[in-house]
């Protein structure tokens, strides 16, 4: 039960008919005999006029269940002359435990996990220490002049290098997603150390043909969660990135053919891997970075496989240990 006033004594008073008043009066700190001194006192203008206001709202309402508070205050004013809110009369509905009715019923199923692979990653993509350990997908739209293609990336989490992109021209197509893939395994070819690919949980790689092509891979599948693109932060900033540069910097609105929007792709892609500044690398680019790293150039560290998962955000997480502390 909830009351619009939250005086000790009138909370007391809505709970006594199904509560002990013993009971209330320790639970609110207040003694039985301020009480009753409180109830049996004589009863004000407010207080005479929040009662009459209540029985009125209550009549209301049973003369006309299929509406809320907001139709039943407009009814006051109109037709009681009233002079009522909104909200006040909310808080009487709240009081009352009431609420619009309707015959429409609504069904609530509850979801079904249908998760073909488990999320490795979660919130410790800081972790990645080496290059090809976590491989990033996802498709994006381009709409160039009059075209549409599908876009789709793969990533390299840990020197941001774009290892394979696939351009199609057609709604849902799935060759993209496979061609891309095997360039891929191809890449990965002769790698004693596995790779997780990383991925949403979209048609095609949800599909039995494309994880059949890894069978034979030391490649580990992971998926993010239904309807959590932050499960997969890596590819969703770097979309956005590229499709601001191919449109400001690389004219991509300009093309008039297919063959031209290929051709901007293909300088776009050399541009970022071997010339663009990434400000995750220090302001490095992502072959010279990868370079560096199988050099000896850079700290080897051994973070990934400590990682400790967690579906809480990262905030959450932090404000935890902020408290702790």
């Given at each position: ?69 907001r139709w039943v ?21 709240r009081c009352l ?58 990533f390299d989490v ?168």
């Open positions: 039960m909830y009351s619009f006033k939250t005086e000790e004594f009138e909370i007391i008073e809505l709970l006594s008919r199904d509560y002990d008043i013993k009971t209330l009066c320790q639970l609110m700190g207040v003694s039985r005999s301020g009480y009753y001194k409180w109830k049996n006192r004589d009863k004000s203008g407010r207080d005479i006029n929040r009662e009459a206001m209540i029985a009125l709202v209550s009549e209301i309402h049973e003369a006309h269940p299929s509406h809320g508070y205050a407009a009814f006051l004013r109109l037709n009681y002359g009233r002079s009522c809110s909104d909200s006040y009369i909310y808080k009487v509905f435990g009431i609420q619009s009715q309707t015959k429409h019923k609504p069904h609530y199923k509850p979801r079904k996990v249908r998760d073909l692979y488990p999320n490795l990653i979660f919130t410790t993509w800081e972790t990645v220490d080496r290059p090809r350990q976590v491989i990033v997908s996802d498709m994006t739209v381009l709409k160039p002049w009059i075209f549409y293609f599908e876009l789709t990336l793969y840990f020197t941001k290098q774009i290892l394979s992109w696939k351009l199609s021209n057609r709604r849902g197509g799935r060759e993209q997603y496979l061609d891309g893939l095997s360039d891929v395994i191809e890449l990965l070819n002769g790698s004693r150390e596995p790779t997780i690919i990383h991925t949403d949980q979209g048609s095609v790689y949800s599909s039995k043909a494309y994880n059949e092509l890894i069978k034979d891979s030391n490649i580990i599948r992971s998926m993010s969660r239904a309807g959590k693109p932050t499960d997969n932060p890596v590819n969703e900033a770097l979309n956005g990135w590229i499709k601001e540069e191919l449109y400001m910097d690389f004219r991509l609105e300009e093309c008039r053919t297919e063959d031209d929007v290929r051709e901007v792709l293909h300088r776009y892609v050399n541009f970022y891997n071997k010339q663009r500044p990434c400000f995750a690398l220090d302001y490095d680019t992502p072959d010279h970075y990868c370079e560096r790293f199988n050099r000896g150039e850079l700290e080897h560290r051994d973070t990934f496989s400590q990682r400790v998962l967690s579906e809480k955000p990262k905030f959450m997480q932090k404000k935890r240990t902020t408290k702790k502390k």
